[in-house]
């Protein structure tokens, strides 16, 4: 008879790598979730996509997954399971308590002000909200729990500017807790969010961007996002913003684009153009982003006729040549998509010298650009052999 039988961990609670128990989960820019040690291990080694779903990584920034760690410290106990060791981690605080380390009453005072104050006290407010939410963690739970988010949601309509914009950047502090972002979009956020994204201050324009890009990291939130009529004010802040603002705007509209109705939408809201200006700035410092976004638009057909028609040729062939790694990959990724079943474009590609560099990358590239690389020099002896028998 078995008296002690070991619990099944739950596979939520599984880092994807390692099958191991995690103890210091974290998010990487696809929303999937990682022991961070692991994934460390991954982008150490040179990698660039997501080992569950094989997507392009547009960053390699990696979120803490706090309400999972949380859970994980709670399942372990109910199952006397000893809570995993966090290599260097402090004190642990008391598992199972659901109290944070914040000042509830200070909180429940500044969401008076929000609700009742003038508009002076209203501005105050979300401004140290905006604040304790970028803190901690503890902080992102007691605000949201206080009832903070349906307030902060109707400030996003304030027509004083400084109110606006701490409103929404206290949003963006809160949705790092993935609670949290049910509990704003429930709350009707991402209309009004749009809203300050299309005529907010720059200030609130590009945290409304870094807002949609938090959101988003949910798959259903991709599509209302793509459907409240985001992309064409991310494309129109992706052309006009501060260095920053670009940024905030190319990685929403990464994400956003991973959904296929979204490409559509951004390939009808005219954002190629701006993505091959883009391309061609080598000293903008939006190339990296701007071959991400094509290459996923790359494999949709409105969005492949649309790169063809913008002379992409070129720029694609020099990337190919020059370019980093990641950005090589992208381009010669892009460049297959364009050549496949277009033998204008191909013999164009050739005229600019695609094969001595599909030869190099077919050597010296990463897995992935060294099969395009190949599948695009096999067209090409394809297309030679062709012409020479006529």
Same mark, same amino acid.
């Given at each position: 008879m078995i008296k002690h039988r070991s619990p099944v961990i739950p596979d939520d609670f599984r880092c994807p790598i390692s099958l191991e128990l995690m103890k210091d989960p974290v998010i990487v820019s696809t929303g999937q979730t990682y022991e961070r040690s692991c994934i460390q291990k991954w982008l150490d080694a040179g990698h660039k996509t997501c080992p569950k779903t094989q997507q392009t990584l547009l960053h390699t920034a990696l979120t803490p997954n706090y309400v999972l760690k949380s859970l994980i410290a709670l399942w372990c106990e109910s199952n006397g399971v000893e809570l995993p060791k966090q290599s260097g981690a402090s004190r642990s605080k008391k598992v199972g308590s659901s109290v944070s380390d914040c000042d509830?009453?200070? !909180?429940?005072?500044?969401l008076d002000k929000l609700a009742n104050g003038s508009l002076e006290q209203q501005r105050s407010a979300a401004g140290e909200l905006r604040l304790l939410a970028k803190r901690n963690a503890d902080n992102r739970v007691c !605000? &949201?729990?206080a009832g903070a988010i349906p307030l902060l949601v109707e400030l996003l309509s304030s027509t004083d500017p400084r109110t606006q914009e701490h409103a929404v950047t206290a949003l963006l502090n809160l949705s790092i807790n993935d609670i949290?972002?049910?509990t704003i979009v429930n709350a009707g956020a991402i209309s @009004? !969010?749009? @809203?300050?994204l299309k005529n907010g201050s720059m200030e609130a324009r590009e945290n409304a961007a870094a807002t949609l890009f938090s959101l988003s990291v949910v798959d259903e939130n991709k599509v209302a996002i793509g459907a409240a009529?985001?992309?064409p004010a991310l494309i129109k802040l992706l052309c006009d913003g501060t260095p920053r603002g670009k940024k905030d705007a190319a990685t929403a509209i990464f994400n956003l684009a991973i959904y296929q109705g979204n490409k559509a939408r951004a390939v009808k809201a005219g !954002?190629?153009?701006?993505?091959?200006?883009?391309?061609?700035d080598a000293g903008g410092g939006m190339v990296d982003e701007a071959l991400a976004i094509l290459a996923i638009l790359a494999g949709h057909q409105e969005g492949k006729v649309a790169i063809g028609q913008v002379d992409p040729i070129p720029v694609l062939i020099e990337v190919i040549r020059t370019g980093s790694q990641r950005n090589r990959e992208n381009a010669v990724a892009i460049l297959w998509s364009l050549c496949t079943g277009d033998s204008q474009l191909l013999m164009l590609?050739?005229?600019f010298g695609a094969e001595e560099a599909l030869k190099e990358l077919s050597e010296s590239g990463t @897995?992935? &650009?060294k099969r395009k690389a190949g599948n695009i020099l096999e067209i090409l002896l394809r297309v030679d052999a062709l012409v020479n028998q006529s």
């Open positions: 509830r009453a200070a !909180i429940t005072t500044l !605000i &949201a729990e949290n972002k049910g @009004d !969010i749009v @809203d300050v009529g985001a992309i !954002i190629v153009p701006p993505l091959m200006s883009l391309l061609k590609a050739k005229q @897995d992935r &650009a």
